[in-house]
């Protein structure tokens, strides 16, 4: 049996984190972004000078937004491990200001910052946010030399803390082996473009609030954590929201930290574990039923696969692919105000336990 402790914060990300150096294995979180009108409000609270320089210098006070970013990006990278992981999910903004019209490039900015604090970037993804909306056209409609480029994406900025990680231990190098992903999920996450448009998640009745936050949708948070963690490791977001991060490490076996300043976006998450648990696993066994779809369709297709995963009773074409393990959640409940605590079993030992359905769920 396997557990995770979950804790939650409500603090300010820009101070110091209350966190050892070098304790955390992924950052993963999705910032206010600069020069978005539904976060002007926040960035003008964190200082005086950027409501004063909005109106008088509108590139300082970006910068400044910028400036107040930075320090929770220096602090991730304090407490990262070295080759530890931060993902950054931030989209441009489009602005008019008493200057005109213009694009501020949050994510070059956020790049330029985080290399000068010591991260290596690597390559990142687009993320597509297509709209059908007949609004979405800015400028002078069908007539030329007026209209804007419709801003359609946003960035999945990938940065790296030194070296790449080491697996010296036995153990080590069993927990990657176990939190291996299928094949086929490689091939789909590994591109550099992803495209989550028009695409209902399980789960996105229960984020309340996602309008007042900058949250993603489940499926990033997935994949990312299933990229760059291990079973067990420890997953930071400083700007935590409705708690997506927090769900996506639950439901892929990682302890997790969050940080935020409002409470209220996480509220609804502390109050449904018993549906939050439900759905997680749902999303689990699917990953299991695709991967069966596609041996499958790989057989009729007449191609045979030289490797057998016994955890999962499966074939599977790398060697690579052969520990590789998923967990069912089995218990989720709080153990304090703030603190979630998830227990795991092998998802096919749950399959044959005839009481696993009657295992309670500690409510709040």
């Known amino acids: 049996m396997k557990r995770t402790i979950h804790r939650i914060h409500f603090r300010d990300s820009r101070e110091t984190f209350p966190l050892d150096s070098e304790s955390v294995d992924l950052v993963l979180t999705s910032p206010p972004y600069p020069m978005i009108e539904m976060w002007d409000e926040l960035f003008f609270g964190f200082s005086r000078e950027i409501q004063k ?21 220096k602090e991730s990278f304090r407490v990262l491990k070295n080759g530890g992981f931060l993902v950054i999910n931030i989209g441009d903004a489009t602005r008019n200001t008493a200057f005109g019209f213009r694009i ?13 604090i010591g991260f290596q970037s690597l390559p990142g993804i687009l993320w597509k946010k297509q709209t059908n909306s007949p609004t979405k056209f800015m400028g002078s409609g069908t007539l030329p030399a007026g209209a804007y480029v419709t801003l359609e994406h946003e960035h ?34 590994f591109t550099d473009v992803w495209d989550f448009k028009g695409k209902k998640r399980g789960l996105s009745s229960l984020l309340a609030g996602r309008e007042r936050s900058a949250a993603y949708p489940l499926e990033l948070a997935n994949r990312i954590i ?16 409705t708690g997506t991060t927090t769900l996506a490490a639950i439901g892929n076996c ?4 969050g940080f935020d300043l409002e409470p209220g976006l996480l ?71 703030n603190e979630i605590e998830a227990e795991y079993f092998p998802l096919l030992q749950t399959e ?3 009481q696993f359905e009657s295992i309670p769920t500690v409510h709040p």
């Open 53 to 73: 320089n909005f109106l008088i210098d509108p590139n300082l006070s970006y910068e400044q937004m910028h400036f107040e970013l930075d320090k929770v990006w």
């Open 226 to 241: 299933l990229m760059y963690s291990l079973k067990g490791d420890i997953v930071l977001d400083p700007f935590l929201g």
């Open 267 to 337: 509220k609804v998450q502390l109050e449904n574990l018993h549906s939050i648990k439900d759905k997680l696993n749902r999303i689990i066994e699917k990953r299991k039923n695709d991967h069966d779809v596609f041996v499958q369709n790989r057989q009729n297709e007449g191609k045979s696969f030289l490797h057998f995963n016994q955890n999962l009773q499966t074939p599977v074409v790398t060697k690579q692919e052969k520990f590789l393990n998923l967990e069912r959640i089995t218990k989720l409940f709080r153990n304090s105000g």
């Open 352 to 354: 044959l336990l005839p």
């Open 104 to 116: 501020y490039m949050n994510h070059a900015r956020i790049l330029q910052g985080c290399n000068s």
């Open 156 to 189: 999945i900025l990938i940065f790296r803390k030194n070296n790449r990680r080491k697996f010296s231990t036995k153990s080590e190098r069993l927990s990657r082996m176990e939190s291996a992903f299928f094949w086929e999920e490689r091939n789909f996450w």
């Open 254 to 257: 990682r302890n997790s930290i």
